[in-house]
């Protein structure tokens, strides 16, 4: 009986590999690697100069328009911001002194790096959220030399020592975005390749602007909140070469 | 007593090494086509079970990277017998597998950036199947896939469809001597464009190929 009950089971075995239905699997695994890509493609002179060398110039101010073009490819949400920083991060590197024959009354190389002013000419669609400075941004046109001298601040640039370190919303100014996470804080990946062209979102045309104003104290220059930053008392800017870097960032939104 | 326990022991055994077959999909009609094993039928991959595709360039999001000729499957199927009236049938189908990942989203191995952004949906792989008798179904088209749960159909016919039809041939035969309707080749495309925001990181994906009698 034994015997009989082993060998039915090995049977069972036998006749279940005869009549195994066809069938079978082969697999392949797709591995995607997605590198964040963020492009900024600066098709201008990376040098730009301001000579005064006459009254209407000192008073007026020197515009340069279009001097900077930005474009910007990226696929992941991202923030653009310019930066004017130097040796210090708060005034214009003083490479040459004129006529420097002694100490004068009131004359002074510190300059901040806030008198150069920048216009784009699209506006940020990304900082209507709360909290922002009170000039977020440099979408405002230039006016007139004696009417933006009494708005300190308008069309500076942000200024830091650590340009690398994405501005505050509260006190920093972007191209486009904003400080912060949230929706509408930051643009979305895209590329001016294939949207819209000179009137994208992700291309930029900067206007630069210095107003030395006589004496020369740039009335103009200021912070983000409106503080002004122009030299005052019997300060007035030291005949020279200075030199400053604006660098532009674009950066994953954060 | 003994022998009673160890009977029921391997009959329990053997019913399930029957059911175990079912991890791919179940099959439907009685046993026609032999089994994979020596002699019987072949399934045969011959290519690598690994594609890669990485997006570094503005390019490769733009225009998508496509892979050609990545994966060819080779059938041989026999059946028990040729005098049988109708001949052994069988399926051929693909499916996709993100290892239990969130709804129909490919599988996060290694993020990168600040997951604020999408997580790429199953969708975004195209895969194209051909050969050169255009057997298959959807012959040279890009297919995606909507749901995980899909079963995308290469040959896919209740019909007897012999060998020299050039459609949806599903009856035994081989690549050896008929390449031409027993071999199929795979393309892959992945197109993520910059608009759709997605995370950056490393994601996996299965891709699984089910020859099933039917």
């Not at chain 2, 994601?203 to 020859?211: A, G, H, Q």
Request: charged share 15%; glycine share 8%; proline share 6%.
């Amino acid at each position: 009986m034994k015997k009989i009950i082993f060998a039915i089971i090995i049977a069972c075995f036998a006749v279940s590999s005869v009549f195994a239905q066809l069938i079978s699997e082969q697999n392949v695994t797709a591995t995607m690697e997605l590198q964040p890509v963020l492009q900024l493609n600066m098709t201008t002179p990376d040098q730009i100069n301001f000579v005064f060398d006459n009254i209407p110039a000192y008073y007026g101010g020197i515009i340069k328009y279009g001097a900077t073009i930005l474009k910007v490819s990226s696929s992941v949400s991202w923030d653009l911001y310019a930066v004017g920083t130097s040796n210090n991060g708060t005034n214009w590197d003083l490479q040459q002194e004129y006529n420097n024959t002694g100490a004068a009354n009131g004359r002074t190389t510190v300059l901040p790096l806030t008198a150069l002013e920048l216009h784009q000419n699209s506006p940020n669609v990304y900082d209507t959220t709360a909290g922002v400075a009170l000039y977020p941004d440099y979408n405002i046109a230039f006016n007139n030399a004696v009417a933006d001298d009494t708005l300190p601040g308008k069309h500076s640039i942000y200024a830091s020592p650590s340009p690398y370190t994405a501005p505050d919303a509260t006190t920093g100014k972007y191209i486009q975005g904003q400080k912060g996470v949230s929706a509408g804080q930051s643009a979305p990946g895209g590329s001016y390749l294939s949207q819209g062209g000179t009137t994208s979102q992700y291309y930029f045309a900067i206007d630069y602007r210095i107003i030395p104003g006589l004496p020369a104290r740039f009335p103009a220059a200021g912070d983000a909140t409106g503080t002004s930053q122009a030299l005052t008392g019997v300060h007035y800017a030291a005949p020279g070469t200075y030199t400053m870097n604006v660098k532009y960032v674009l950066l994953e939104d954060q | 007593m003994k022998i009673k326990q160890y009977s029921i022991v391997l009959l329990s055994i053997f019913i399930i090494s029957l059911k175990g077959y079912s991890q791919c999909y179940n099959p439907t009609s009685p046993y026609k086509c032999l089994n994979i094993e020596p002699g019987g039928s072949e399934f045969l991959m011959t290519t690598l079970n690994n594609v890669t595709f990485s997006f570094n360039k503005l390019s490769d999001y733009l225009g998508g990277i496509t892979m050609s000729g990545t994966t060819q499957l080779k059938l041989k199927i026999k059946s028990y017998s040729k005098t049988q009236t109708d001949s052994c049938r069988w399926k051929l189908v693909m499916s996709l597998d993100n290892n239990g990942s969130i709804g129909n989203n490919w599988e996060l191995k290694t993020p990168y950036g600040n997951g604020h952004g999408t997580v790429p949906d199953i969708g975004l792989i195209q895969i194209r199947v051909y050969n050169p008798c255009s057997t298959p179904q959807l012959n040279n088209n890009y297919q995606t896939f909507t749901n995980i749960n899909e079963l995308r159909p290469i040959i896919y016919s209740d019909l007897i469809h012999e060998p020299g039809s050039h459609d949806q041939v599903n009856t035994d035969g081989s690549y050896i001597d008929d390449y031409c309707e027993y071999s199929f080749t795979f393309d892959y495309r992945i197109k993520p464009t910059l608009s759709n925001n997605f995370n950056p990181g490393i994601y996996e994906l299965k891709v699984k190929f089910c020859l099933v009698e039917y």
